[in-house]
Nanobody, 123 residues
Framework: QVQLVESGGGLVQAGGSLRLSCAASGRTFSHYAMGWFRQAPGKEREFVAAISWSGGTTYYADSVKGRFTISRDNAKSTVYLQMNSLKPEDTAAYYC????????????????WGQGTQVTVSS
């Protein structure tokens, strides 16, 4: 079992920045690929970014590429999502997730999920 707790969400103006953190506990963090997903009201949960267990491979949704950066610190059992140039359409609850094996964009392949942190971008 892996427990995940997100933090760092909040209200920010368009063009601003936030850094989300996801702290993991339980099994060895470095064994897991990690992902960030988001869900806006009335919409399905969608992929944002993913990172391999080593941090050497990352993936991004087209909508955030060039603005968001995923990273991890295995010594601290934490994964981060640096979000720059935020837009109102980035408003959503953001979730981190963990999976065995390789990092993917597919939400159904992730085994463990956090409770989410709300990000609201005002125009």
């Amino acid at each position: 079992q892996v427990q995940l707790v997100e933090s760092g969400g909040g209200l920010v103006q368009a063009g601003g920045s936030l850094r989300l953190s996801c702290a993991a506990s339980g099994r060895t963090f470095s064994h897991y690929a990690m992902g960030w997903f988001r869900q806006a009201p009335g919409k399905e949960r969608e992929f944002v970014a993913a990172i391999s267990w080593s941090g050497g491979t990352t993936y991004y949704a087209d909508s955030v590429k060039g603005r968001f950066t995923i990273s991890r610190d295995n010594a601290k059992s934490t994964v981060y999502l640096q979000m720059n140039s935020l837009k109102p359409e980035d408003t959503a609850a953001y979730y981190c997730a963990a999976k065995n094996g390789i990092a993917t964009r597919v939400k159904y392949e992730y085994d463990y999920w956090g409770q989410g942190t709300q990000v609201t971008v005002s125009s």
